[in-house]
Nanobody, 116 residues
């Protein structure tokens, strides 16, 4: 059974940075598109950014352009979301997602809180 394990949760002040990590087990990670979503209570999960198996960046949310960067390390089966210049509206539970055709896996979520 495939798993996506997330790390990097934190409480930070506005303007600071955080890096989220998603580590995959038991999947051919290099074949999967990886996406980062976020969700706040009572709202739908929102796609933040994705990266294809070949490394192309896709679906970058306008509100995070210039601040968030997605990357992947296929050898380590890891994906990353570098978040700079964080704003209070970035506060959410962040989820990594691996997708290949009909196969889809989710991480357990990582809480990011941005507050002064």
């Amino acid at each position: 059974q495939a798993h996506l394990v997330q790390s990097g949760a934190g409480l930070v002040q506005p303007g600071r940075s955080l890096k989220l990590t998603c580590t995959a087990t038991d999947i051919s990670f290099e074949l999967y598109e990886i996406n980062w979503y976020r969700q706040v209570p009572a709202q739908e999960r929102e796609l933040v950014v994705g990266i294809t198996a070949s490394g192309d960046i896709i679906n970058l949310l306008d509100s995070v352009k210039g601040r968030f960067t997605i990357s992947r390390d296929n050898a380590k089966k890891m994906a990353f979301l570098q978040m700079n210049d964080l704003k209070s509206e970035d506060s959410a539970m962040y989820f990594c997602n691996a997708r290949l055709g009909v196969y889809m896996y989710w991480g357990e979520g990582t809480l990011v809180a941005v507050s002064s």
